[in-house]
């Protein structure tokens, strides 16, 4: 509790930024039927694997068809709820996590769900058979088995406490897979879409559009409302325009400020717009295998020719980027505080005197002259003025760049098969947790960090912060984690970023947070006529 209420203090302020719709009441009876027609700014999905992708489609894709353990209930965001949980207790050494899960669950293939089930998604997330790739194995190191009593028990035993893990159970990534088909094949769900959630998978239409249907067996009485839904593939401007002239209903990302002024001055009362500060970061990732990225001087060079300062001058005006912070999203409780974040590397005001030393540093590494290809994605609000950002600050301690606009595909294959020089790389969250957003960071055989890099320290670190009790001594540790990463800088912060999401005005049921990872699996939202 201790934990949960700290982390409720620390987003109070964010919430505070999400007005209720409006034409919204907490009186309204929800209407049952109708279709939600919502885009995605992206391209199609690289893989149908909750457990491999950090991809943001991913999630606004899959959540309606998939079912986790427990669930943040945004209205009262990060209050903790059940899903396939009907209860749980949590020892008081935090050692031992025991779930009851409800009854009568089906999968879509009108199989039954039990233990079983979570059992074997969890095994396949924190130990993962050759050939399966699970980003999150850090999140759950600290589980030293999983038992199943009985068809609805599952008992998480931990080799140490870890107070955090509870959200672990909550995060949308860790889709709940079936047993059966796992044991058929470790790989089914790369290609393939069948979970427990509200809405059966219909169809994949690759650069068209995506649908699901109510599934009429889903274990929540009266749930979903809607009849289904369908997203669209509308990357770039195309949303905006799509947005304005209601070929689509809402988009649950985020648009610039310019975007939102533009459809506020169209549409009036015929659109809504919420705004909260957003727990994702823009990230510059190393590739720590690869020569010359496998010197920590080229590395931190690099991150130092950043001014990170003007960047958040520079770029809202033409993205969702906006604060200056590390790896904790700036104003959170642990977020290291202005006069201690401008003394860690990359963070100074003075650029002259950073770039200074990352010319020093790249001679004495013997890459006076150093060439970079940068690879990125092909999403115009965020990446692509990121990416052109980036190039231009490099350039001004002499370094070329070469910048390669990947399709999500050929982006995702890079990073995760390690190919890639330099990127322009991303983390998102569902809730301010110093546990959850170092975890991605932790050595590769406990992370499969982007980087490919191997840092005990790190991990030393990552341990002692993880169950202290006391909010300035882990400040300290967070802090000590923070300037390692940033001094050997295999992967480094740009900016931080603000969620702006439009919808059109008829849509109820749907709360905004900081984060755009929960609150998507669409079972309450409903059309009013």
């Not at 020892?91 to 979570?118: M, N, P, R, W």
């Not at 044991?183 to 979970?195: A, H, I, S």
């Amino acid at each position: 509790m201790h934990l949960r209420r700290r982390i409720a203090v620390a987003l109070f302020a964010t919430i505070a930024f999400a007005p209720m719709p409006r034409g919204a009441s907490a009186q309204e009876t929800p209407v049952r039927g109708g279709t939600l027609i919502f885009g995605i700014n992206s391209g199609d999905p690289p893989t149908y694997d909750c457990h491999q992708s950090v991809l943001f489609p991913i999630i606004h894709l899959l959540t309606p068809h998939y079912s986790n353990l427990l669930k943040i209930d945004t209205p009262n965001y990060p209050k903790i709820i059940g899903d396939l949980a009907e209860s749980w207790m949590v020892a008081d050494d935090a050692k031992t996590y025991t779930f009851k899960l409800h009854g009568g669950v089906k999968f879509h293939d009108g199989s039954a769900f039990s233990s079983e089930d979570i059992k074997a998604t969890y095994d396949r997330i924190r130990n993962p058979p050759q050939g399966v790739v699970s980003v999150r194995r850090g999140l759950l190191a600290d589980i030293d088995t999983i038992e199943t009593p009985d068809p609805l028990t599952v008992v998480f035993k931990l080799k140490q406490a870890n107070r955090a893990l509870i959200y672990a159970f909550a995060n949308p990534f860790n889709c709940v897979y079936s047993a059966a088909k796992l044991k058929e094949n470790p790989l089914y769900p790369v290609r393939n879409v069948m979970g427990t959630g509200p809405f059966r998978f219909v169809e994949h239409v690759g650069g068209s559009h995506w649908t699901g249907e109510r599934f009429k067996d889903y274990f929540k009485s009266g749930l979903p409302y809607l009849d289904g839904f369908r997203a669209l593939f509308t990357p770039g401007p195309a949303m905006i325009n799509a947005l304005q002239g209601g070929q689509i209903m809402a988009e649950f990302r985020s648009v610039t400020t310019a975007d939102r002024d533009r459809l506020v001055a169209a549409l009036g009362d015929k659109i809504t717009v919420q705004e909260s500060p957003w727990l994702d970061l823009t990230l510059v990732t190393f590739n720590a295998k690869k020569s010359p990225f496998n010197d920590p001087r080229v590395r931190r060079a690099l991150s130092l020719a950043i001014d990170r300062w003007k960047a958040a001058e520079v770029l809202p005006r033409s993205s969702i980027m906006r604060y200056v912070g590390a790896y904790l999203r700036p104003g959170s409780e642990f977020a290291a505080r202005e006069e201690d974040l401008v003394k860690m590397p990359g963070f100074s005001k003075d650029i002259e005197a950073s770039r200074a030393e990352a010319r020093r540093l790249l001679a004495e590494a013997g890459v006076p002259n150093l060439k970079v290809r940068l690879i990125n994605r092909m999403i115009s609000n965020l990446f692509t003025p990121a990416g052109i950002y980036v190039i231009d600050q490099w350039r001004q301690i002499g370094v070329e760049v070469e910048h390669v606009q990947a399709n999500e595909t050929l982006y995702n294959n890079s990073m995760n098969e390690g190919t890639f020089d330099v990127a322009i790389d991303f983390q998102g969250d569902s809730v301010d947790e110093p546990t959850y957003q170092f975890a991605r960071h932790l050595s590769v055989d406990l992370s499969s960090n982007r980087g490919g890099y191997t840092d005990r320290a790190l991990d030393d670190l990552f341990e002692q912060q993880k169950n202290v009790a006391d909010p300035q001594e882990r400040y300290r540790l967070v802090h000590a984690f923070e300037t390692r990463m940033l001094t050997e800088a295999y992967t480094v912060p740009l900016l931080w970023w603000q969620r702006i999401v439009l919808m059109r005005s008829n849509i109820r049921g749907w709360g905004m947070t900081p984060s755009h990872l929960i609150g998507q699996d669409l079972e309450t939202v409903w059309i009013k006529p």
